[in-house]
């Protein structure tokens, strides 16, 4: 009887009630596009196109000298949704060194964390970024709770007198007991 009632329905009517497969951009907790928000002195930021990247743009950043501290410069891109103590980040940004001759890399740190201090990291890593896009990432693990707007990526530019491009950047928040060893490495 089933049978013929679903041979029967609409087919718009099945598809409609099919449940929808999740999307790992359910578990964003920035607005995942070009949100970044480039700080520091010595430095100029610029959108401009990028094809290679989802979206199709990207932020510039011509820092002029390197900082006395590599986060002296750089680019920070907020989260809009809580993070739980226990919970497990992941940081996916796309970054090139466009002056970079092929085959070289440029040192530059990643990260999310809180947004006050004393500034607690949840995932660190230094990556090294060559002259064609790609994805980079960072993951670990709250130590502690963060409100909506505590928490935030960042990418530290005044290592060096440098050209970085950022293209979209997503943290993840995979939830709780989730191994950051099993994630993405660069």
Known sequence: MFALLLAAAPIGLIAAQAPQQPSIFDKAINNPGLGWEVYGPNQKAKEVPAAEVPGGNAVRVQVAKAGANPWDAGANYPAVKPVAAGDTLLVMVFLRAPDVPAGSTVPIPISAGATEPPYTAVATETVQVGPTWKRYYASGVAKEAHAAGK???S???AGAKQVIEMGPA?????GQGVDPATLPKN
């Open 151 to 153: 928490a935030r990526m």
């Open 155 to 157: 990418v530290q530019l």
């Open 170 to 174: 997503f943290l993840l928040n995979l």
